[in-house]
């Protein structure tokens, strides 16, 4: 009741109605505190979608001002029509596809390569249309979905790792990751932040990670001017304070994805291939975002299940259709939008919050983009571990035999060592079906995972399959 009196005698009454914060236990000071945890945690994307999309020569500045007017729609969306503090905006992984392996190793014009997103994201949308991601979702046993929580967990720590300089890949077949160099810069900047962050986190303070992020944010600046510049030379904006903090946007990549020359360069068996799986690995990359998140925010039922998850995904289908046309390349549910529930966020309120500073920074782009990646890896380490948790509770959902322990195994370490949640997700999948299958409780597969394990194979066997069609 005290929560409840204290948003109303705040004037924000119609905003814990409308998003029923009070009565999900959270406040409205939590939710803003978790939404701008989470945009801080995404603002990376800006500049690192930009960087990553320009390589195929797509404009840099367009670039940076479709991903943060796709982010805040996306988002918005999520918040006024899901009501969960889920975020998105272009994903990390189909972006580099599209720079490396439509545009410079298919040889499709960047454009063209937008056409391919477009596309898949279609393809998301008929699958919604006939209920089948939900179906698929629902399908899934819960120890996997703890293993997909857990994996994507090990996969966030991993990426917070790597970003934040702490280890590094050494090329070499039979020792391929080691120590990174804790003596750099970045390093310096990556272990200050996560002193400061688990510090906080470990005395009980409140909005840890949000207070993290910007000490983090600060040592960056100072490491950065102390070496005149050079730590983060090759990130144009970050760590400096920006001569100009307000720009006019650039909106030339926005229409430019409604192409489909794909099929008349690739052929069309090649295309539909190309599409299926790009479509395969945005459907489950946000399936497994999705439940984890849940699992760490409380709202991922005993069964498995989630409500309003139809409205989760038809925003998220909705981002892969848009994030071509806009010229972004696919947008989806950010991990990252467990900073936010980390720090108390249970509504789309912290949603809104995250869409109104995208919005801001559609002009405010040279300041969302100071904040360097070491700055958000000890976030997303302590990431990481909220949504590693719940595998820990593995053993209260009943006797677990070698076919599905197996399948949670890989599903938790196929993640972060080959740096694909779809991997992660895929490998768990057949693992689970086909050793069922052997040990003669083929019964216990649904025929939805059926369906999933057989689409993976193909997912799996695609580039073996394409030197079959190439002759």
Do not use: C, H
């Not at 409840?4 to 236990?25: N, P, W």
């Not at 994307?45 to 007017?69: E, M, R, Y």
């Amino acid at each position: 009741m005290a929560v409840r009196t204290t948003a109303a005698t705040g004037g924000f009454a119609s905003l814990d109605r409308y998003f029923k914060v009070s009565e999900r236990g959270s406040t409205i000071g939590t939710e803003v505190r978790g939404g701008i945890t989470t945009f801080l945690v995404m603002s990376y994307i800006l500049v690192v979608n930009a960087v990553i999309l320009s390589q195929a020569g797509v404009p840099f500045p367009g670039v940076v001002a479709a991903t943060a007017i796709m982010a805040a729609l996306f988002t918005g969306a999520m918040a006024l029509y899901a009501n969960y503090p889920y975020a998105g905006a272009a994903g990390l992984g189909i972006n580099a596809v599209v720079a490396f392996g439509l545009v410079k190793g298919a040889g499709l014009s960047w454009q063209a390569a937008m056409g391919v997103v477009m596309l898949e994201g279609l393809a998301i949308l008929v699958f919604m249309a006939f209920g089948i991601r939900r179906t698929l979702l629902d399908a899934v046993p819960v120890p996997l979905k703890l293993g997909i929580g857990a994996g994507i967990g090990a996969f966030i720590f991993t990426i917070g790792v790597f970003n934040g300089g702490l280890a590094q890949a050494t090329g070499i077949p039979a020792d391929p990751v080691a120590l990174g160099n804790l003596a750099s810069a970045t390093s310096i900047v990556t272990l200050g932040g996560l002193l400061l962050t688990a510090a906080l986190y470990a005395r009980g303070v409140k909005g840890s990670l949000l207070l993290g992020i910007i000490g983090a944010t600060v040592i960056g600046i100072v490491v950065n001017m102390v070496n005149a510049g050079a730590t983060y030379k090759d990130l144009p904006g970050v760590a400096v304070m920006p001569a100009n903090f307000v720009s006019t946007p650039d909106l030339s990549t926005i229409g430019q994805g409604l192409n489909v020359d794909v099929f008349a360069k690739l052929g069309v068996i090649v295309a539909l291939l190309t599409i299926f799986s790009l479509m395969l690995s945005d459907f489950f990359d946000t399936a497994g975002t999705v439940v984890s998140v849940a699992a760490e925010g409380g709202w991922l039922k005993k069964d498995g299940t989630i409500d309003r998850a139809d409205r989760v995904f038809w925003v998220d289908s909705l981002g892969a259709f848009f994030g071509g046309i806009f010229g972004t390349s696919s947008n989806t549910t950010y991990i990252e939008s467990g900073s936010g529930v980390a720090e108390g966020a249970k509504t789309g309120l912290a949603s809104l919050v995250t869409a109104i500073l995208f919005a801001l920074a559609i002009f405010l782009a040279p300041l969302a983009g100071v904040v360097p990646p070491q700055a958000t890896a000890p976030a997303l380490m302590l990431v990481g571990w909220f949504m590693f948790k719940p595998i820990l509770d593995l053993n209260k959902v009943g006797e677990i035999d070698f076919a599905t322990g197996f399948a949670v195994l890989l599903t938790v370490f196929v993640m972060p060592l080959t740096y694909s949640i779809t991997n992660g997700i895929g490998a768990g999948f057949v693992a689970y079906t086909l050793l069922k299958a052997l040990s003669g409780r083929s019964k216990d597969v649904s025929r939805a995972m059926w369906i999933s394990s057989a689409a993976f194979l193909i997912y799996f066997a695609d580039p073996w399959l394409r030197q079959f069609i190439a002759r």
